[in-house]
């Protein structure tokens, strides 16, 4: 089958809004995870990462100053807009669009919301982003827990392969709001201080918010630098508990295994790993389970929760975008937070941001429900 490319692409974060701002802070160690008092969110402190409404709300009045958009709408148009412009296509009917949330438009449920219930519709999310930008065909909503930003990235590939289009923009984003908070507190699973995946001293999880997006093409020519291709996909729900990741480890390992053998590499020709790293009890210590049954315990791997928190339906696109950029500058971008392993399987997680030839990675995604995505990238180096 011919190559599918990662692309253009832009970051709409707290550090600012393209992928570069992002890229850079990360890279220095900086992380945008603040603790914020806010009683209209939650009753106690959290930690999070938020973008700067004002700043938003100014960038999509540049675009459309016509019609009010939810935060989420804002967030998306924002990102895509940048990515269609870089990419310099024309919306024709070879051209799709996929759009990775997990809660979408949750905040119109809140009774002080101007906008009406029917917008937390999927479909209608879809619908408004579609309009916006004039896209032929319907946008196709992908909502699967927090694999759905990978996940979108494969199914994009898969509509290039079977021929549906040429060209498919991705755009995941999700929100830090009441419902959702209240839910991981719920768990007991936040934490008031920055996260510090597969430490023996983490205290739990960050919620973060970004809008990001990406250009999967079939085409090789006019790539962005920090191009790759994706050699290889695959999934696999173990069903283990609507919350509770599997205890051997058996569904991320499987999409894993399948993921190296449609790539046909092997765990040597892996030279670093994008993890999904929660810095929750149970998730880090399945994924060390995981990274171990297939052989990838000495790979060096990262989690980005670190810097921007876990952006859920965003999560595993921002940190595909930020592993485009790590491979192409050859640098190993620093699991933040982390200083001694807390989990009872090795792994090489980096402690310290490191130059170092690279050509492959590994990026990975595990949610509720059961769900676990991987998927396999190599740097393009010549267009």
């Known amino acids: 089958m011919s190559e599918v490319y990662l692309s253009h692409n832009t970051i709409v974060s707290n550090y600012g809004f393209d992928s570069l701002a992002a ?10 995870l603040q603790l914020i008092e806010d009683p209209s969110i939650l009753s106690k402190p959290v930690c999070t990462s938020r973008v700067n409404t004002e700043q938003l709300q100014e960038a999509v009045a540049l675009l459309d100053p016509r ?24 919306l024709n009917e070879r051209v799709g669009l996929l759009i990775s949330t997990t809660k979408g438009n949750i905040d119109v449920l809140d009774a002080k919301s101007p906008f009406p219930k029917e917008r937390a519709y999927l479909h209608t999310l879809g619908e408004k982003v579609k309009t916006f930008f004039g896209f032929h065909h319907e946008a196709m909503v992908l909502s699967n827990a927090c694999v759905s930003g990978v996940l979108a990235i494969a199914v994009a590939k898969r509509f290039i392969h079977q021929g549906k289009y040429d060209h498919v923009f991705v755009v995941a984003g999700d929100l830090v709001t009441k419902f959702i908070l209240s839910g991981f507190n719920a768990f007991q699973a936040l934490s008031d201080a920055p996260c510090k995946p597969y430490d023996k001293n983490r205290v739990g999880i960050n919620i973060g918010e970004v809008g990001t997006s990406v250009l999967v093409t079939k085409d090789s020519h006019a790539l962005a630098k920090e191009s ?7 999934s696999c729900n173990d069903a283990n508990h609507i919350s509770g990741p599997s205890r051997t480890g058996e569904g ?3 999409s894993i295994g399948s993921a190296m053998k449609q790539a046909g590499v092997s765990a040597v020709d892996i030279d670093c790993i994008s993890a999904h790293g929660t810095a929750t009890v149970f998730n880090d210590e399945m994924e060390s389970i995981a990274f171990n049954r297939a052989h990838l315990q000495d790979a060096p791997i990262n989690s980005l929760k670190g810097y921007i928190g876990h952006t859920l339906g965003a999560s595993g696109l921002v940190e595909t975008i930020v592993g485009m ?12 937070g982390f200083e001694a392993l807390g989990v009872s399987q090795p792994l090489n997680v980096i402690h310290k941001t490191t130059q170092k030839p690279l050509n492959t990675f590994l990026k990975t995604a595990s949610g509720f429900g059961g769900c676990n995505t991987a998927a396999i990238f190599k740097k393009v180096t010549s267009q």
């Open 23 to 32: 890229v850079t802070n990360i890279m220095q160690e900086q992380s945008s």
């Open 325 to 336: 950029h790590s491979l192409h500058q050859n640098t190993l971008f620093c699991s933040k």
């Open 228 to 234: 790759v291709v994706l050699l290889g996909e695959a």
């Open 67 to 90: 019609e009010p958009y939810t935060r989420l709408e804002q967030l998306l148009i924002v990102s895509l807009a940048k990515t269609i412009q870089a990419s310099g296509l024309s």
């Open 252 to 254: 991320l390992f499987r």
